[in-house]
């Protein structure tokens, strides 16, 4: 699979049956089709979201935000 390089928070892809979708490190995979007979789509995830989580991840990366 090549994905797609310079993707923001928040991008999708898809592949065969399958879409990812960029969380501003790596990508995950949010829905596999009927095929797989799973689904991740009970959650809802917005890019807002995405890039909040994504800030916060650079910010326990980096020290300046640590969790107990």
């Known amino acids: 699979m090549n994905f797609p390089?310079?993707?923001n928070a928040g991008d999708t892809y898809m592949f065969e049956?399958?879409?990812y979708t960029f969380n501003g490190r790596s990508w995950d995979?949010?829905?596999i089709g009927p095929a797989n007979k799973s689904s991740y789509t009970n959650?809802?995830?917005t890019s807002a979201l995405i890039s909040r989580i994504a800030h916060l991840e650079?910010?326990?990366n980096q020290g300046i935000l640590l969790i107990d």
């Open 58 to 60: 650079s910010l326990i």
């Open 29 to 31: 995979r949010t829905i």
């Open 17 to 19: 049956d399958t879409v």
């Open 5 to 7: 390089a310079n993707a």
């Open 43 to 45: 959650a809802v995830v």
